[in-house]
């Protein structure tokens, strides 16, 4: 019991000095960082056009990730992710970074999920050149895509067989989702590097999901799952 007080007092005179006091407050900033980002959300910008038109280059928006915690990503929602090809450290200073946001270096994307867990997933195109994603052998309307008329061709069957894990490559499918895997892709289907290239994305690797555009001022709107048909 003694020794608790002495440890209490040494603690209390450090918080007394000027730099002891500064020390805690950086700690306590950081610490708070940390819970926010971890269990609530955070503000990510969108560097590129792979969402247009539902998300442009410069838009702000907030990422929540409490509901993580108790679902899984619905077919329409707009999520914040890593890619397969993003290497994530488990050392202390870059999961630190990761957690806080601060000289953070893992390569993050942001796509809609298009394909669930145990679905079959497939592009294929009409006659008029138009091409539409097919989940379970069904057309799969979407009204928020950009354009049907900009997806690029797919490959011959044979030469996506041989370059199957190749990511420069797209590929049409059929794809074979399994338990704990989704397929994404962008709303701008003639420019976004997605699941047609790199493949299926394992839920580990889900960091939130983006609710509200709130800046540039003009542009701010809920973002909802919008309307789609099979």
């Given at each position: 019991?003694?020794?608790?007080?002495?440890?209490?007092?040494k603690?209390?005179?450090?918080?007394?000095?000027w730099?002891?006091e500064?020390?805690?407050?950086?700690?306590?900033?950081v610490?708070?960082?940390?819970?926010?980002?971890?269990?609530?959300?955070?503000?990510r910008?969108?560097p590129?056009?792979?969402?247009?038109p539902?998300?442009?280059?410069?838009?702000?928006i907030i990422?929540e990730?409490?509901?993580r915690?108790?679902?899984?990503?619905?077919?329409?929602?707009?999520?914040?992710?890593?890619?397969?090809?993003?290497?994530?450290?488990?050392?202390?200073?870059?999961?630190?970074?990761?957690?806080?946001?601060?000289?953070?270096?893992?390569?993050?994307?942001?796509?809609?999920?298009?394909?669930?867990?145990?679905?079959?997933?497939?592009?294929?195109f009409?006659?008029?050149?138009?091409?539409?994603?097919?989940?379970?052998d069904?057309?799969?309307?979407?009204?928020?895509?950009?354009?049907?008329?900009?997806?690029?061709?797919?490959p011959?069957?044979?030469?996506?067989?041989?370059?199957m894990?190749?990511d420069?490559?797209?590929k049409?499918?059929?794809?074979?989702?399994?338990?704990d895997?989704?397929?994404?892709?962008?709303?701008?289907?003639?420019?976004?590097?997605?699941?047609?290239?790199?493949?299926?994305?394992?839920?580990?690797?889900f960091?939130?999901?983006?609710?509200?555009?709130?800046?540039p001022?003009?542009?701010i709107?809920?973002?909802?799952?919008?309307k789609?048909?099979?």
């Open positions: 019991m003694n020794s608790f007080k002495k440890l209490k007092e603690y209390d005179n450090f918080n007394k000095t730099w002891g500064t020390i805690s407050t950086i700690v306590f900033v610490v708070m960082v940390i819970l926010i980002r971890f269990f609530i959300g955070e503000v910008w969108i590129s056009g792979s969402m247009n539902t998300l442009v280059e410069g838009d702000r990422v990730r409490f509901s915690f108790f679902s899984t990503p619905k077919r329409g929602d707009i999520m914040v992710f890593y890619p397969p090809a993003t290497k994530l450290s488990r050392k202390p200073l870059p999961l630190l970074s990761r957690l806080t946001g601060i000289l953070c270096k893992d390569v993050a994307y942001i796509k809609r999920v298009v394909g669930l867990p145990g679905e079959k997933i497939e592009i294929k009409e006659k008029d050149s138009s091409a539409y994603v097919y989940i379970n069904k057309k799969y309307k979407e009204d928020y895509i950009k354009s049907a008329y900009e997806y690029p061709l797919c011959a069957p044979e030469i996506q067989k041989q370059l894990y190749d420069r490559l797209m049409c499918g059929p794809f074979k989702l399994g338990n895997e989704f397929f994404m892709m962008g709303d701008n289907r003639g420019n976004s590097q997605d699941s047609r290239y790199w493949g299926v994305l394992k839920k580990d690797r960091v939130g999901r983006a609710v509200f555009i709130f800046w001022f003009k542009r709107k809920v973002l909802h799952r919008l789609s048909t099979i």
